[in-house]
């Protein structure tokens, strides 16, 4: 398992949220950010997921 990074922004930048999570692969772990971002009614906000690398794998602006 890999640790993953989920940010969310508003537009003037201030962090609204900020956590981690685990997943076995980077695919997995888009769709569990996707979830979380519509769980938690973030989905049309500004955010970004990150692998251990820090390459990303989920973003939206």
Not at 12 to 29: H, I, M, N, P
Not at 47 to 54: D, E, F, G, K, T
């Amino acid at each position: 398992m890999k640790s993953y990074s989920l940010t969310v922004f508003d537009k003037s930048g201030e962090k609204l949220l900020d956590e981690s999570f685990t997943a076995v692969s980077d695919q997995e772990a888009k769709e569990i950010g996707k979830a979380q971002l519509l769980e938690k009614g973030f989905a049309e906000n500004t955010h970004r997921c990150v692998n251990p690398q820090a390459k990303l794998i989920l973003f939206h602006r």
